[in-house]
């Protein structure tokens, strides 16, 4: 389990320098330290009461409740034998955070980002956290048959709920309540492009976010002595449904491309965000269902993430510089659906073990109605996914409103335009970039050429020769 959390850690890096490429030059160490604070924010956050609220069940059995953990404030009287759950859960908690980063990308005011991950690490996320996975949450599969939703419960095996869905609407929020870039739309209310600077970074993040998936996903079986097979198969699936998000995201661009400009377009970012949106798809079913359910689950995700991305950009003329509402809210939403529909009833058992009767017999938990389980499992999905856009858009949307009024969620005009790191982070991070190397406060560019001859001026003075 600690293994698996180091490479969801390491997924920090991955949006790091995914957002650094997709943001324009003069706002990548705003980008940056955004997600380095995610990941030491986030820790304590999650140490003071997040795994608290999410995990923190008392063990008399007749006093849970269904909505919210109440112990382990602070790690009191938390068993050793817990201390690595705690951590992987950890990394889960600080994922969920880093999500709004890109979707409030280049505008968003420095301690308003502190704030917003507070209040998601520290109570948004961790409640949504106990109702699925905790074992007494309203929501869970984890408990007797009884107390289940619809009968069954959710199947969110490694968090399209908790994690995606929570951080794509909240994002959404974010975006919509914080309000374009400069320049973003024309007068006419046409989207304006506004590209990153570096597709290579881009890429790059894409690369390091699959590997940390591999965490992610199999990691969640929290095993590996007695549930390897099923960790094999969860990262199966997890290779197939970013492998076919990436493609049929590639593919639905190429067509639309040559029907719109009789062009063929191969556009390298939108199959980088198509296998993230595979791996968001396949992220709550990959361990409840078979490969082939995993191929045409990023297959659809992928065509998922390109429609979502233009209509909230086109349509709801919602500025995210990253696709983070898309990739996370859109293909979150279906990948619950997929599970409910594509859930097998062999590896559901594998996954979650029999139901026990209330005369001890053990007996078939549901699954997919495509393979002849009912519709339970799909209304139990339906409901949570309401659960989820109310419970994290009720709660985020007034809190960025009050930030908003309160003026500390935007910074100004000439801060947005100038850039945020000559602004606020003490120069460019480029500083030999003549586009992005002007000093704060002044209009002297420095060029290559000009700190080359200040070099070679310098040597000079020092008698040494210039090498």
Not at 95 to 121: D, H, N, P, W
Not at 171 to 198: C, T
Request: hydrophobic fraction near 50%.
């Amino acid at each position: 389990m600690l293994q698996s959390g180091y490479m969801v850690f390491f997924m920090q890096v991955g949006f790091a320098m995914l957002c650094a490429g997709s943001v324009r030059a003069k706002n990548a160490k705003n980008i940056i330290l955004l997600n380095i604070l995610d990941a030491c924010l986030g820790s304590i956050c999650w140490w003071a009461t997040g795994y608290a609220f999410a995990y923190g069940d008392p063990d008399d059995p007749t006093n849970v409740n269904k909505f919210i953990g109440n112990r382990n404030f602070f790690l009191r009287d938390l068993n050793n034998d817990a201390l690595a759950f705690w951590f992987f859960q950890f990394t889960f908690a600080a994922t969920a955070a880093t999500i709004v980063s890109g979707a409030v990308a280049e505008r968003c005011k420095f301690q308003a980002y502190l704030m917003y991950e507070m209040m998601l690490v520290l109570f948004v996320y961790p409640t949504m956290a106990h109702w699925v996975w905790s074992g007494n949450g309203w929501a869970t599969a984890f408990t007797d048959k009884a107390n289940l939703l619809f009968g069954t419960g959710v199947y969110d095996f490694a968090g399209d709920g908790p994690v995606h869905m929570i951080g794509g609407f909240a994002s959404l929020a974010a975006a919509y309540i914080l309000g374009p870039r400069i320049g973003r739309f024309d007068a006419n209310g046409k989207a304006v492009d506004m590209p990153g600077h570096n597709a290579s970074l881009t890429l790059l993040g894409v690369f390091f976010l699959w590997f940390g998936w591999y965490g992610f996903n199999p990691g969640s079986t929290l095993a590996i002595y007695d549930a390897s097979n099923l960790a094999a198969l969860v990262a199966i699936n997890t290779t197939l449904g970013a492998a076919t998000g990436a493609l049929s995201c590639l593919a639905v661009n190429c067509i639309t491309t040559y029907a719109s400009t009789g062009v063929v377009v191969y556009d390298l970012l939108m199959v980088g965000n198509g296998a993230l949106g595979g791996l968001v798809s396949v992220t709550g079913g990959c361990g409840f269902y078979r490969p082939w359910a995993a191929f045409i689950t990023g297959i659809i995700g992928g065509a998922v993430y390109f429609g979502s991305s233009k209509l909230i950009l086109h349509v709801m003329k919602v500025d995210d510089p990253l696709d983070a509402i898309a990739v996370h809210a859109f293909c979150g939403m279906w990948g619950m659906i997929a599970t409910a529909a594509f859930a097998d009833p062999n590896v559901v058992t594998q996954a979650a073990g029999f139901l026990e009767d209330e005369d001890g017999s053990e007996i078939q938990r549901n699954y997919g109605f495509i393979l002849g389980g009912g519709g339970s499992l799909l209304a139990a999905h339906l409901v949570y996914i309401l659960a989820i856009v109310g419970w994290s858009m009720g709660l985020m949307t007034p809190f960025f409103f009050i930030l908003k009024k309160l003026g500390q969620f935007r910074v100004a005009p000439e801060v947005e335009a100038a850039g945020l790191d000559v602004s606020h982070h003490g120069g460019s991070a480029y500083p030999h970039d003549p586009e992005t190397a002007r000093a704060k406060g002044s209009d002297v560019t420095l060029t290559p050429e000009m700190i080359d001859r200040k070099i070679e001026e310098a040597l000079a003075r020092a008698k040494m020769p210039l090498v």
